[in-house]
């Protein structure tokens, strides 16, 4: 039956912004890049900004071959913990799917891999970074993917059978996305060991600050920028009218969730900025940077469904969970060059409790019901809804935590028993840009004066020592 012109331009225009939005979280990379570089020392930032790159191409042919398949395969032999069809995008598009929802949810995987990075960097073997990308954007987070963002998937709140009536609400992945790469950053930093001169011979933290926060800070805002993309883009289609309303659809929904993404951020990045001051005695930008994504983090598993006053309590926990975190790292020795676990893991998790308390179940069914008149929904505890959207936030909790340590935890063992996942004292202290890529992201940092400016210097003092 051919299609009327109306259908055609609504489904153009539903491409056309799930498209744009794919596109604005593909930026996200250029803003992990830019983070990443600014956050580590001169000598390893041509390799960060490489494993950025790796993550990306490493992620793209991973998530082609059996990532998609994995998270969105349905048909007959579908089953509620993994997809078992559409393995190299075979038989897409479907009435489900296109490649317009394939390429936005390829950004979401390779920016988990990117997560992950951070967290075990100026430390690790550039192979390292081959497997686990490919492992973790192909197989580990689709997993999770699937259980709650598939219909099929057991978390699901689409699923044909809710857990505990409610199913598990995390929008744009505050525990899908995030707190997969924090625990799995988590698992590699705590199997490699801190970085050679962390911690001093007594225990105590030496301070290696990033080399140049103006990469920090532009890398902060273009990921602010892509998170337009992440949050609101999660609805996939824009021209959907809500019944019994003149001017309301999820185009409003989506404004609104643009709304409450920004208040969280800028929330959590206040809230630290003066933390920070109290704290350590002066106005520290890099960490207000890292509060600011925090909030991000948190809001996204709640962003669609919550009313913009309750963003601004996200971030104002968001931001204390971080420093909290930050806080016991030190204190256990624990060394994440980024954060990246205490910002993805532990602001995820507090995102997805978040939205257990505060979800509105009007904003609930519009996200998931497309405002569908007469339909019930569980909404927030505190917000009247009862306890069952809490617990179904929890479990997803505690699977994620399990899945990723059981799936990521024996493979980062695994590359250390093998002798490929950490590099020797030698190789770090000289830099993995002179060590491993042919040479300096700059001119010879100063930091390593007197030490080797060129590749072939530091192969001689190698062949010498």
């Not at 969105?72 to 089953?79: A, I, K, L, V």
């Amino acid at each position: 039956m051919e299609q009327s012109w109306e259908s055609s331009v609504t489904d153009s225009i539903n491409a056309i912004y799930l498209l744009f939005s794919a596109y604005l979280v593909f930026i996200m990379q250029l803003g992990f890049a830019m983070l990443c570089a600014g956050s580590v020392r001169a000598k390893n930032a041509m390799n960060i900004m490489l494993t950025n790159v790796v993550d990306a191409v490493v992620g793209s042919l991973s998530y082609f071959l059996f990532g998609f398949a994995f998270a969105f395969g349905e048909g007959p032999n579908e089953n509620p913990f993994i997809g078992t069809s559409y393995f190299a995008l075979k038989d897409v598009p479907t009435s489900s799917y296109d490649y317009s929802f394939f390429l936005y949810q390829w950004a979401f995987a390779i920016a988990v891999a990117g997560i992950t990075s951070g967290s075990i960097a100026e430390r690790t073997q550039f192979s390292a970074y081959l497997i686990f990308s490919f492992f973790l954007s192909g197989f580990v987070y689709p997993v999770v993917a699937h259980w709650v963002w598939s219909s099929s998937g057991w978390l699901s709140p689409s699923s044909g059978s809710l857990l505990f009536g409610s199913g598990a609400i995390d929008f744009a992945g505050s525990g899908v996305v995030h707190l997969v790469g924090g625990v799995a950053g988590l698992w590699g930093a705590i199997i490699e060991g801190p970085r050679v001169g962390r911690f001093d011979a007594f225990g105590n933290p030496v301070a290696m600050r990033g080399h140049n926060a103006t990469l920090v800070v532009l890398g902060t805002f273009l990921l602010w920028f892509g998170w337009f993309g992440f949050n609101p883009g999660s609805f996939n289609t824009i021209l959907v009218p809500y019944p019994n309303t003149a001017d309301q659809g999820n185009w409003t929904a989506i404004g609104r969730t643009a709304v409450t993404t920004t208040l969280a951020g800028s929330t959590a990045g206040i809230v630290t900025l003066f933390s920070r001051r109290l704290l350590v005695g002066h106005w520290d930008g890099l960490d207000v940077c890292n509060g600011l994504l925090g909030g991000f983090v948190a809001i996204t598993s709640g962003c669609a469904v919550v009313e913009p006053w309750a963003a601004i309590v996200c971030g104002f926990f968001a931001a204390w969970v971080l420093i909290g975190l930050n806080i016991l790292a030190m204190k256990l020795k624990y060394d994440d060059p980024l954060e990246a676990a205490q910002l993805h893991g532990g602001c995820g998790a507090w995102g997805l409790i978040f939205t257990g308390l505060f979800a509105k179940e009007e904003f609930v069914i519009q996200a998931y019901d497309s405002g569908r008149i007469g339909v019930r929904r569980s909404y927030g505890l505190l917000m009247g809804g009862g306890w069952g959207l809490v617990g179904a936030q929890i479990v997803e909790l505690l699977v994620v935590l399990v899945w990723v340590s059981v799936t990521m935890g024996p493979l980062f063992y695994l590359l250390h028993c093998l002798r490929i996942l950490r590099i020797s004292p030698d190789e770090e202290v000289a830099g993995l840009d002179i060590s491993s890529h042919g040479g300096y992201a700059y001119t010879a940092p100063e930091e390593e004066s007197g030490g080797p400016r060129f590749y072939a210097e530091y192969m001689r003092m190698q062949i010498n020592s």
